[in-house]
């Protein structure tokens, strides 16, 4: 049973670039959240999902940044134009649903030059 | 509650000691709460969790206490080892909304 999977698991990209960043999570979850996390630092929560819907987004910066997770295919987290500030590792993770244990992927780190 | 922007308090112990890493929480609706282990350049791992009705919870090594009064987690781990060295966080859950505490780095030394 494969866990949540990440990918890429590292990604460079140049300033107004854009970046995406896949998810898949464990066979049979269907709640997806990511995180933004800065070096030294917590994890930001930024958005939770469920299967083509957006439950809670209130951690989501409001321009730039989108998320979906399609009734098929991973959840994918965009983010148009990058800056140098969203360098950051992003992890995502996933439960099947409530008060059930939430397990997290290896992160994508994204580094802006 | 978020810790952005925060530097991670640490905590440095002996090897075979007990430790002992402290979590406030924010939300006294949370019903659910997990400890995460996070090494360097790695996702955060689960290790243990308790439900609210529930003030004590104990796992391979680690006990998680939980005191609602004055919503506090705490983590304690026995006899620690060198394997232990991490980032440990807390996060709290209320209605599939989870959000982590700030964060402890715990150093063993040998």
């Known amino acids: 049973n494969a866990g949540v999977m990440q990918n890429p698991r590292h990604l460079v990209r140049r300033r107004g670039q854009e970046a995406r960043l896949r998810c898949s999570p464990m066979k049979g979850h269907s709640h997806v959240y990511w995180y933004r996390q800065l070096p030294e630092e917590g994890l930001k929560f930024m958005v939770y999902?469920?299967?083509?819907?957006?439950?809670?987004e209130s951690g989501m910066p409001k321009e730039r940044f989108s998320a979906e997770f399609p009734k098929e295919g991973p959840s994918i987290l965009r983010i148009q134009q990058v800056v140098r500030g969203d360098s950051a590792a992003y992890f995502c993770a996933s439960s099947s649903g409530t008060r059930n244990t939430i397990y997290f992927g290896e992160g994508s780190w994204l580094t802006v030059v | 509650g978020e810790s952005v922007g925060l530097h991670l308090p640490t905590l440095s112990v002996q090897e075979g000691d007990n430790s002992i890493i402290n979590c406030a929480y924010s939300n006294s609706a949370s019903d659910y709460f997990i400890w995460y282990k996070q090494e360097s350049g790695k996702g955060p791992q689960f290790i243990i969790d308790?439900?609210?009705?529930?003030d004590k919870r104990q796992g391979q090594r680690v006990t998680v206490l939980l005191n609602k009064t004055v919503k506090h987690l705490s983590l304690q781990i026995a006899a620690t080892q060198p394997g232990d060295s991490a980032v440990y966080f807390c996060?709290?859950?209320?209605?599939?909304?989870?959000?982590f505490g700030a964060g402890t780095r715990l150093t063993v030394k040998p």
């Open positions: 996060a709290e859950i209320n209605n599939n909304d989870m959000r």
């Open positions: 308790i439900r609210s009705n529930m």
């Open positions: 999902l469920q299967k083509e819907n957006i439950i809670d």
